[in-house]
C-alpha cells in the first residue's frame, strides 16, 4: 500500500505547522557551506507546500527565520533574506495557480524594505485564494509576538477601544499575529532536535509534536505523509477521558 492509502482524508489535520531545521548540518554532512544548506531547504520548502496542498491541507505554518535568527553571522542573514526574496518572486505563479494565499507571522517592520515589498505584492495578489493557507512565519517568535499583541492591546485600552476587563482569551488571541489563523493540530520539527524554539507559544497548548531525525533538505512528500499517519493514531483528549470522547462512527 502507498503511503498515501494510509491517509485518512477525514482525519486530515486542519493546520500543520514545520520548524524547518537542519539545513546547516545538512550541509555540513555534505562538505558545503551553510548557504548551499539554505538553499537546499529553500527546495524541500517547495515539495512540502506542493504535497501539503495537493493533500488538502487548509493551513501550512512553515518557520523560515526566527528573531533569535537575525544574530547568526551577516553572511547568512542577508543570505537567507535573498532566498526569501527568490522564493517569493518565483512562486507567486503557483501560488496563483494552486490557490495558495500567502500570510505571514512575526515582525514584519523588522524585516528589508524590500522583502516587504515582495511579501506586499505576493500577498495582495494571492488574497483572494482559499484553496491552502501558506503562512510564513519571518522575525518571529512567541514571546515577541505576545508582547506585541500586549502592547497594542494597552494602546487600545488607553484609547478606550476595548469595551471591559478581564481580558478573555478571545480578546487575547485577537492580538496575536496568528488571530486569523486556527492552532496548528500537528507540529513537525526536523534535525532531532526535541524543542520549540520560540515557536507558536500560545497556539501549540493542544498541539500534537512530532519529531524526526531528518534534516530539513532532506525532508518530502513521504516524510510528511509518514507524520500525518502517526498523528492520525494519536487520541487527542484534550484533557476528558477517553471515554467522554464523540464515538467515531467505524468505516
Ligand atoms: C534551519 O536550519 C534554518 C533556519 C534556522 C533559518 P539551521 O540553519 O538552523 O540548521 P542547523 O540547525 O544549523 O543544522
Ligand atoms: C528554529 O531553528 C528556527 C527556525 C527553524 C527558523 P534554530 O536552529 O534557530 O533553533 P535552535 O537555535 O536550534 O533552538
Ligand atoms: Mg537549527
Not at 187 to 204: A, D, K, M, P, V
Amino acid at each position: 500500500m502507498t503511503m498515501e492509502k494510509k491517509i485518512d482524508k477525514k482525519k486530515l489535520p486542519q493546520h500543520i505547522a514545520i520548524i524547518m531545521d537542519g539545513n546547516g548540518r545538512w550541509a555540513q554532512k555534505h562538505a558545503f557551506g551553510r548557504i548551499i544548506g539554505h538553499q537546499k531547504g529553500t527546495e524541500a520548502v517547495r515539495d512540502i507546500v506542493r504535497a501539503s496542498c495537493e493533500l488538502g491541507i487548509k493551513y501550512l505554518t512553515l518557520y523560515a527565520f526566527s528573531v533569535e535568527n537575525w544574530i547568526r553571522p551577516t553572511q547568512e542573514v542577508n543570505a537567507l533574506m535573498l532566498l526569501l526574496e527568490r522564493y517569493l518572486r518565483s512562486e507567486l505563479n503557483e501560488m496563483l495557480e494552486r490557490d495558495i494565499r500567502l500570510v505571514t507571522i512575526g515582525n514584519r517592520s523588522a524585516l528589508p524594505e524590500r522583502i516587504n515589498k515582495s511579501l506586499k505584492e505576493v500577498m495582495e495578489k494571492t488574497s483572494h485564494n482559499r484553496g491552502m493557507v501558506l503562512n510564513l512565519a519571518l522575525s518571529y517568535s512567541g514571546r515577541d509576538e505576545i508582547l506585541r499583541g500586549i502592547n497594542t492591546l494597552l494602546t487600545d485600552m488607553r484609547l478606550s477601544k476595548l469595551p471591559s476587563e478581564p481580558i478573555t482569551a478571545e480578546v487575547f488571541l485577537s492580538y496575536l499575529d496568528t488571530a486569523a489563523l486556527p492552532d496548528p493540530d500537528l507540529l513537525i520539527r526536523t534535525s532531532g532536535e526535541y524543542r520549540l524554539s520560540n515557536f507558536l507559544l500560545w497556539q501549540t497548548a493542544y498541539t500534537e509534536f512530532y519529531f524526526t531525525e531528518i534534516l530539513w533538505p532532506d525532508f518530502g512528500r513521504d516524510d510528511l505523509l509518514e507524520a500525518i499517519i502517526n498523528y492520525q493514531q494519536r487520541e487527542r483528549r484534550f484533557g476528558l477521558t477517553s471515554d467522554q470522547l464523540p464515538k467515531v462512527a467505524p468505516g
